[in-house]
């Protein structure tokens, strides 16, 4: 009944998956329903372990299920996103409106981390909340770049 236990039969199972199909993975939220056709560990540890589960890890989860393409345009989004970060964090004046922002980027910077320990961030409450933290992210960034004048040069430049 380990929850390390079922993760390491999971990773295992996602890991057969992998290995099957590397380029373009398994289907995106496919692994529950085809994870019976990867699985070499005996039936019962299957059964009770590793059936109908998620692979528990967001970038196993991303991996598995859209293979080596799929992850590496997780990574640019991610590093993309982070370049948002590092720019709003730049910006931090201390003001009350910086308040909001800084708590934006920290509950991001909180999914970032926590993507490593739980594949939350990709099904149900989870996707919307971290959409709705990119949105607005990406909308304190907009302004930000707005108020300076860099919108209007870039349109200018195209």
């Known amino acids: 009944t380990s929850s390390l236990v079922t993760r390491v039969l999971v990773w295992h199972t996602a890991y057969q998956a992998v290995q099957a199909h590397p380029i373009l993975g398994v289907g995106a939220?496919?692994?529950?329903?085809v994870s019976n056709q990867y699985y070499t560990i005996p039936k019962i540890m299957y059964e009770s372990y590793v059936k109908d589960l998620t692979a528990h890890q967001t970038y196993v989860?991303?991996?598995?299920?859209?293979?080596?393409?799929?992850?590496?345009?997780?990574?640019?989004?991610l590093i993309?996103?982070?370049?948002?970060v590092t720019?709003?964090?730049?910006?931090?004046?201390?003001?009350?409106?910086?308040?909001l922002r800084l708590a934006v980027v920290w509950s991001?910077?909180?999914?970032?981390?926590?993507?490593?320990?739980?594949?939350?961030?990709?099904y149900g409450r989870g996707?919307?909340?971290?959409?709705?933290?990119?949105?607005?992210?990406?909308?304190?960034?907009?302004?930000?770049?707005g108020a300076r004048g860099e919108v209007e040069e870039q349109s200018n430049n195209s």
């Not at 996707?127 to 770049?145: H, K, N, P, T, Y």
Request: charged share 15%; net charge neutral; with cysteine.
């Open 29 to 33: 939220y496919g692994f529950p329903m």
């Open 61 to 77: 989860s991303v991996l598995t299920e859209t293979g080596i393409v799929g992850l590496l345009g997780f990574g640019v989004l």
């Open 127 to 145: 996707i919307v909340l971290l959409s709705v933290l990119i949105g607005l992210m990406l909308m304190f960034d907009l302004q930000d770049r």
């Open 80 to 84: 993309a996103l982070i370049g948002v």
């Open 87 to 99: 720019r709003l964090l730049s910006r931090y004046e201390n003001k009350a409106r910086d308040k």
């Open 108 to 122: 991001f910077c909180y999914c970032l981390v926590s993507m490593w320990t739980t594949d939350a961030w990709l």
